[in-house]
Nanobody
Framework: QVQLVESGGGLVQAGGSLRLSCAASGRTFSRDVMGWFRQAPGKEREFVATISWSGDSTNYADSVKGRFTISRDNAKNTVYLQMYSLKPEDTAVYSC??????????????????????WGQGTQVTVSS
């Protein structure tokens, strides 16, 4: 019954913005590293953004730096991905994930999918040209 549920996806024009949310339930994720990944048809799942449990540290894929911002609200057990200046190549299913295997410190984050333990089902983001 541990769940991560994404929302906020949809169809947007190039240059537009979108805010994705990931609501966690069944346990607290306040001490977990959180991340966003995406997968386009025919392509491998790729890292997008990650944030340490405290929010003190973040990291982004080069392709989204300066356009996407990851944040979290531990009181709400929710993580967000604010996306600006969207491009057609951003089109993908976006999934959030939680790493809950241990305590890593307030600045630790992870860019590797295999290091995550819980995954949401994803939300579709489509950017038209």
């Amino acid at each position: 019954q541990v769940q991560l549920v994404e929302s906020g996806g949809g169809l947007v024009q190039a240059g537009g913005s979108l805010r994705l949310s990931c609501a966690a339930s069944g346990r607290t994720f306040s001490r977990d590293v959180m991340g966003w990944f995406r997968q386009a048809p025919g392509k491998e799942r790729e890292f997008v953004a990650t944030i340490s449990w405290s929010g003190d540290s973040t990291n982004y894929a080069d392709s989204v730096k300066g356009r996407f911002t990851i944040s979290r609200d531990n009181a709400k057990n929710t993580v967000y991905l604010q996306m600006y200046s969207l491009k057609p190549e951003d089109t993908a299913v976006y999934s959030c994930a939680a790493q809950s295997r241990g305590y890593y410190g307030s600045t630790f984050y992870s860019t590797q999918a295999h290091e995550y333990d819980y995954w949401g089902q994803g939300t579709q983001v489509t950017v038209s040209s």
